[in-house]
């Protein structure tokens, strides 16, 4: 049926995707607005190299903050990765191939290894990351990216709305999905903050953005979700893409509303942790889970709890 739609939409010049996206905009956009009538002004951050980020993030829709972790702290999360990712049950379903039928690989072939499964996947991801990892909790409450975050949606109301904690790899498999351009339409502003586990060069699959484009969508634009590199590059200009390239211990933070994707890799992997902040749910509510605030092996202070407001308790 969803096939059939969208061959009749296909025919008509994607009319149907246009009125669909058109119309979730317009909800989004309302819902937005509507709440932040309501949300309180942030304080003033008083960090002047901090403001100069936001100004920034403001007027490109990206920014890259150097050297913002010690390499070694990075290391430590890449070792805890690669421990979990070596238990098929810690993974969500895994996607197979490159085309969109919906598939996933079996633990049979999981089994085989890393080395022979990573020809046949886009990527695999860790499953409730704040659950399994539970020190990417203390990474989510981080006071400068919630202070990017309030700064940025001018509102002391943000919460932690999302977690990825994935590894994608170099194949030969055609780019899909996040691997196309698009803007995320979860929420009607989304930040997400980036936090690559290893060095990322220009063929270690960098995250690409399409610079401004996070307050210039083309009305026509909503005719599809995920649009071949043609025409980004045709209407917004080859000098408007942002390759993030970055060394361990850098994070880039995106208004993911603007158009991006993740550059399809020609060699090895990378491993990445992705954190959204928004000011209501994504989704409308699908929650990200985490322990019980006790559970967790560091103090979580009072004030810091009612950022993951939209989550809920594994139990
Ligand atoms: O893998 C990437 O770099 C793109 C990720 C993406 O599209 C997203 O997190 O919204
Ligand atoms: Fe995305």
Redesign the pocket.
């Known amino acids: 049926m969803k096939n059939l739609i969208k061959k009749i939409d296909n025919k008509i010049f994607n009319l149907l995707s246009l009125i669909n996206y058109t119309l979730i905009d317009l909800k989004l956009f309302f819902n937005y607005h509507l709440k932040k009538s309501k949300n309180s002004n942030p304080d003033k951050n008083n960090d002047l190299n901090l403001s100069k980020k936001i100004t920034s993030l403001k007027s490109n829709g990206i920014i890259k903050i150097k050297k913002f972790y010690d390499a070694l702290l990075i290391k430590d999360l890449e070792k805890d990765f690669n421990n979990l990712k070596n238990d098929f049950e810690n993974l969500s379903p895994i996607k197979v191939g490159g085309d969109t039928n919906d598939q996933f690989l079996g633990k049979e072939i999981f089994d085989k290894g890393e080395n022979y499964f990573k020809k046949l996947v886009k990527?695999i991801q860790i499953k409730d990351p704040f659950v399994m990892s539970p020190n990417l909790l203390k990474i989510a409450l981080n006071q400068t990216f919630i202070k990017i975050a309030k700064n940025y949606f001018n509102t002391d109301e943000v919460y932690v709305t999302g977690v990825?904690y994935?590894r994608?790899y170099f194949n030969d498999l055609p780019a899909i999905?996040?691997?196309m351009y698009?803007r995320?339409r979860n929420a009607y502003k989304?930040l997400?903050v980036?936090i690559y586990l290893n060095d990322v060069d220009e063929d270690t699959?960098?995250?690409?953005y399409v610079l401004k484009s996070h307050k210039n969508w083309p009305f026509l634009s909503n005719r599809k979700y995920r649009w071949k590199d043609e025409y980004i590059e045709k209407k917004y200009g080859q000098d408007s893409i942002f390759s993030?390239t970055s060394l361990m211990g850098d994070v880039i933070v995106a208004d993911?509303t603007g158009f991006?994707?993740?550059?399809k890799l020609n060699k090895n992997y990378?491993t990445?942790l992705?954190i959204?902040y928004s000011i209501s749910t994504e989704n409308g509510g699908q929650k990200v889970k985490i322990r019980k605030f006790e559970d967790y092996p560091f103090k979580i202070k009072e004030k810091d709890k009612k950022i993951f407001k939209f989550t809920s308790v594994q139990v």
């Open positions: 990527n990825n994935r994608s999905d996040t691997q698009h995320d989304i997400k980036f699959g960098p995250f690409q993030a993911t991006h994707k993740g550059k990378r990445m992705t959204n």
